[in-house]
C-alpha cells in the first residue's frame, strides 16, 4: 500500500568505508524525499526526487531514483562522523497531501 | 528567520491526563504537520492543518486532536494519555498546501508515567 520500506535498518562502518540505504516501494512513487535526522535532533530535508531515472548529488551524496519509481537509494561515499544519524525516506500521497516515512536507517561510524 | 518552534521542550505526565504541544511555523507557511517519533521508530502522520482547517490525519484514535489558530500556529491535544503515547512529537510547516520541503521544529518529548 502506501508504505515505503527501508533497508537495512543498521549500518555500522569505519570512517571512510562507503553507505548505502534502499528505499522500497510496491506502488509507483509520485516523489521522494529524503531526511537526515542527527542524534536527538530533528528530521532535516536533504532532497527531492521526482523523475524517473533522476540522480542528484550533493558533495559526498548521491541519491537515485528508479527508472519504474519504485526505488531510491542514498550513497554516501567516504562517510565522515559527521554522517552519524538515521536517513529517512518519505514518499508523498498524493490527495491525501501527507508524507509517509520509512523506518529509517541508523548510520554509526567508527572513528 | 525563525524556525519552526514547538513548547514545551519536555512534558512528563501521568496515564490519564491530557497534553497540549504547541507550534509555530515558519512565517509565511501556512500548513503544519503533526508527527509521532516514538523510542526508536520513524515518523507517524498524525494531522495535516492548512488555512486554519483540519485537511488529514492519520491512524490515530479521537484523544489526538489539534486545532489550528488564525496566525497559523497549531496546538495538539492529547487526552486520556496512555503509556504508548510516550514519543516525541514532531510539528513540520510549508508552504501553502503543497508538500515539498517539510521544515521540522526541535520536538516536543512526552514522557507518560
Known amino acids: 500500500g502506501q508504505q515505503v520500506m527501508q533497508i537495512p535498518q543498521y549500518q555500522h562502518v569505519q570512517e571512510g568505508e562507503d553507505f548505502t540505504t534502499y528505499c522500497n516501494s510496491s506502488t509507483t512513487l509520485s516523489n521522494i524525499q529524503w531526511y537526515k535526522q542527527r542524534p536527538g535532533g530533528h528530521p532535516v530535508f536533504l532532497i527531492q526526487l521526482v523523475k524517473s531515472g533522476e540522480v542528484k548529488k550533493q558533495k559526498r551524496l548521491t541519491f537515485q531514483f528508479g527508472e519504474a519509481k519504485k526505488n531510491s537509494s542514498l550513497h554516501i561515499t567516504a562517510t565522515q562522523t559527521t554522517d552519524v544519524g538515521t536517513y529517512f525516506c518519505?514518499?508523498?500521497?498524493?490527495?491525501?497531501?501527507?508524507?509517509?516515512f520509512g523506518q529509517g536507517t541508523r548510520l554509526t561510524i567508527n572513528p | 528567520e525563525a524556525g519552526v518552534t514547538q513548547s514545551p521542550t519536555h512534558l512528563i505526565k501521568t496515564r490519564g491526563q491530557q497534553a497540549t504541544l504547541r507550534c509555530s511555523p515558519i512565517s509565511g507557511h501556512t500548513s503544519v504537520y503533526w508527527y509521532q517519533q516514538a523510542l526508536g521508530l520513524g515518523l507517524q502522520f498524525l494531522l495535516w492543518?492548512?488555512?486554519?482547517?483540519?485537511?488529514n490525519r492519520g491512524n490515530f484514535p479521537p484523544r489526538f486532536s489539534g486545532r489550528q489558530f488564525p496566525n497559523y500556529s497549531s496546538e495538539l491535544n492529547v487526552n486520556a494519555l496512555e503509556l504508548e503515547d510516550s514519543a516525541l512529537y514532531l510539528c513540520?510547516?510549508?508552504?501553502?498546501?503543497?508538500?515539498?520541503?517539510?521544515?521540522f521544529g526541535e520536538g516536543s518529548r512526552l514522557t507518560v508515567l
Open positions: 513540520a510547516s510549508s508552504l501553502a498546501g503543497s508538500v515539498g520541503e517539510l521544515f
Open positions: 492543518y492548512d488555512e486554519g482547517e483540519e485537511r
Open positions: 518519505a514518499r508523498l500521497i498524493q490527495g491525501a497531501q501527507k508524507l509517509v
